[in-house]
């Protein structure tokens, strides 16, 4: 059977640059259009969404009289130029590289005009909301009003249905179906509505999958957003290795120490700080961490991260084993062992037990321009406090968390499983972070080419274990924060010798966006690799165009690591590995600045894509990342869509940020 995919290039004014939107399959939507609610343009369609997020299910239609807060995201002025700051401050060749800004600039530069809003809360007053139903948000970023679904569906020009994941009636969500419309002035001056499409829905404690999470484990919890994301396990650990010999059956600390030459003592340690995000009801076990000590890092036994908690966020003890502690123990033994003693660790540990929590959740405690009372969730897909169901009674945090300057986070989503408006203001907001001089590291996912869950994309949009085109993850393909894949010591080779591409177990994430276009920072890379590596493969299953943001940017090893649960050593692989690894090693870096006086290292991207920094990591040549029934990318010399620019380089690495100002 023939079929074709269009990739359609939308304007879309999040990062000042063209983007790639999702998969569009020739055919038409077969959307009603509903009269235009105003007299000044007629209505457009705004957004659309091809299918439903895997595991979601619509049952019935949602009562007319249900309350919907309705939130619309104003365009942000100077949004356009947001690569440019970007780009400012963060090339080696800037001579403002380093100057980063404050909060207070950010907030002044990317206010909405006076015009959007205007022409925004006209409309919603034509159509008969009363002026004191409609709220501005203090960031003047959102319009904000409670209304029934009928006036929904008035505005709107869509449909609301109430959805279910799975068989859990538990878990009802409402959403718009297939896409939702706009009066033509009006959608000019925003970026997307909410409740509409998305479903960037909260975890909730108990919902599973009817699958298998990877070769090695049965079906999970969900604990944080997204699925699958988490690492995987073969088990308990034996005869517990280590020495340098065997860093082929099992990684310890010495094993990264060796791999990268990283030996580092700490020096700036109050000025430092790292950051490590879990969401509950993920927790670690402090015996684990002992126990891990005292085999690996006998002077940290004793040792906790410090505990920053968002929206109710604690050590929850209720759930134990390797699902409930298995990546915030990973994150953490490896994280706090690499940087010693004296550096801290922060722990962003993120929503309570029942409600759980979003990565808006989290970016509202860091920055309170994005919070929700400001407009920027969607109470309906991002957990909301007081908890409605009895778990945390305090409000949403809106900023006050500290700012690390590094900051991992080992969970994600598929692209399809989001919208692009809702990415592209999500990627800006990670922009900003940059901007402020944070680091932001995500893992680029464990399926190689394929999704969260090994879901590819069918040419209709949906995800499904038969798909046959790639499906790239989020926020991993946000141009604005650095991607990392995942590396192996071979079995039967040396710590000495050239790692390969994760192919044990997992395999590392990689690929090119459909949502976000190629970063000026990448181009020359990723056109190198295409024009000297094509890849095999048919351009109707994955984006081929060359002119998408490609991930991951860098890598580090994800396979054997030992790790403690619940009083056992066990064996863990997955990106999960190779985020907080590389974090540690940039925190070195960071330390060793802020030592003599000068800035964090801030949003990385274009200083190690820059010819500065050429040959500072240790290229990886071998190895594929499979999916959807291919073999996926292969690993090339230089910058590759299975491990990046490679693995990190210590001594390189220290020695030419430090050359920089």
């Not at 600390?253 to 430092?272: G, M, Q, S, V, W």
Request: charged share 20%; hydrophobic share 35%; net charge negative.
């Amino acid at each position: 059977m023939s079929y074709t995919i269009w990739i359609t290039w939308c304007a879309l004014p999040v990062v000042g640059m063209m983007f790639i939107t999702r998969l569009i399959v020739a055919a038409a939507l077969g959307l009603s259009f509903v009269a235009a609610s105003s007299p000044l343009s007629r209505r457009v369609s705004h957004e659309t969404r091809r299918s439903t997020p895997a595991g979601w299910y619509p049952v019935r239609r949602a009562d007319s009289d249900v309350i919907l807060p309705l939130r619309i995201g104003l365009k942000q002025n100077n949004i356009d130029d947001i690569e440019t700051y970007l780009l400012d401050v963060s090339h080696p060749e800037s001579p403002n590289y380093g100057k980063h800004w404050t909060p207070a600039k950010i907030a002044e530069t990317f206010r909405p005009s006076t015009d959007a809003i205007d022409t925004v809360q006209a409309w919603l007053l034509d159509n008969g909301l009363e002026a004191h139903r409609v709220k501005l948000s203090a960031s003047g970023g959102w319009l904000q009003a409670n209304v029934t679904i009928e006036e929904a569906e008035h505005l709107l020009g869509t449909e609301y249905y109430v959805y279910q994941f799975g068989e859990d009636a538990g878990d009802d969500h409402i959403a718009c179906e297939g896409g939702y419309h706009l009066p033509e002035h009006v959608a000019k001056h925003v970026d997307l509505v909410t409740p509409t499409l998305h479903f960037d829905v909260k975890p909730r404690k108990g919902r599973t999958l009817d699958k298998r999470d990877g070769p090695a484990g049965p079906a999970r919890k969900i604990g944080q957003p997204g699925f699958g994301t988490g690492p995987k396990t073969t088990g308990q650990v034996k005869e517990l290795f280590n020495e340098l010999a065997n860093c082929d059956e099992q990684i310890t600390l010495d094993c990264l120490r060796a791999l990268y030459d990283f030996d580092y003592e700490p020096i700036a340690t109050k000025k430092n700080s790292l950051g490590i995000v879990e969401y509950t009801p993920q927790a670690y076990v402090p015996s684990d961490l002992d126990l891990f000590f005292k085999n690996f890092s006998q002077s940290q036994v004793g040792e906790r991260p410090t505990l920053i908690s968002i929206d109710g966020g604690f050590l929850q003890t209720d759930d134990g084993g390797f699902d409930a502690n298995g990546e915030s123990n990973l994150d953490l033994e490896y994280a706090m062992g690499l940087v010693g003693k004296e550096q801290k660790i922060t722990l962003y540990q993120t929503g309570d037990e029942i409600e759980g929590a979003s990565f808006n959740n989290f970016l509202d405690a860091l920055d309170g321009s994005f919070c929700t009372f400001e407009g920027g969730d969607d109470p309906t897909q991002d957990a909301v406090y007081p908890d409605p169901d009895g778990g945390f009674q305090g409000p949403n945090q809106c900023g006050g968390a500290p700012l690390s300057y590094i900051i991992s986070t080992s969970y994600g989503y598929n692209e399809a499983d989001l919208t692009p408006f809702y990415m592209q203001r999500q990627c800006a907001e990670y922009a900003k972070l940059g901007l402020m001089g944070i680091t932001i590291l995500y893992s680029s996912g464990d399926d190689g080419v394929a999704g969260n869950g090994d879901l590819c994309l069918e040419t209709d949009g949906t995800q499904t274990e038969t798909g046959k085109i790639f499906n790239p993850s989020f926020p991993g393909g946000c141009p604005f924060v650095t991607s990392v894949g995942a590396t192996q010591v071979s079995p039967g080779k040396k710590v000495t010798d050239p790692e390969s591409a994760c192919e044990q177990v997992i395999f590392s994430g990689g690929g090119f966006s459909n949502v976000f276009a190629i970063p000026e920072y990448q181009k020359s890379a990723v056109e190198t690799y295409l024009a000297k590596f094509p890849p095999p493969y048919p351009h109707d299953i994955w984006n081929a165009t060359g002119k998408s943001r490609a991930f991951p940017d860098i890598a580090a090893n994800g396979a054997n690591y030992v790790i403690t649960v619940q009083g056992e050593f066990i064996l863990v692989f997955g990106t999960s590995c190779s985020s907080p690894v590389s974090a540690s090693i940039l925190s070195g870096v960071n330390d060793a600045r802020l030592a003599l006086g000068k800035s964090p290292i801030g949003f990385i991207n274009p200083t190690i894509y820059s010819t500065a920094f050429h040959g500072a990591f240790n290229d990886i040549t071998n190895g594929t990342n499979p999916g959807c029934g291919t073999v996926g990318f292969s690993a090339r010399p230089g910058w590759d869509p299975v491990t990046g620019l490679g693995t990190p380089n210590f001594p390189q690495l220290l020695a030419r940020w430090l050359a920089l100002p």
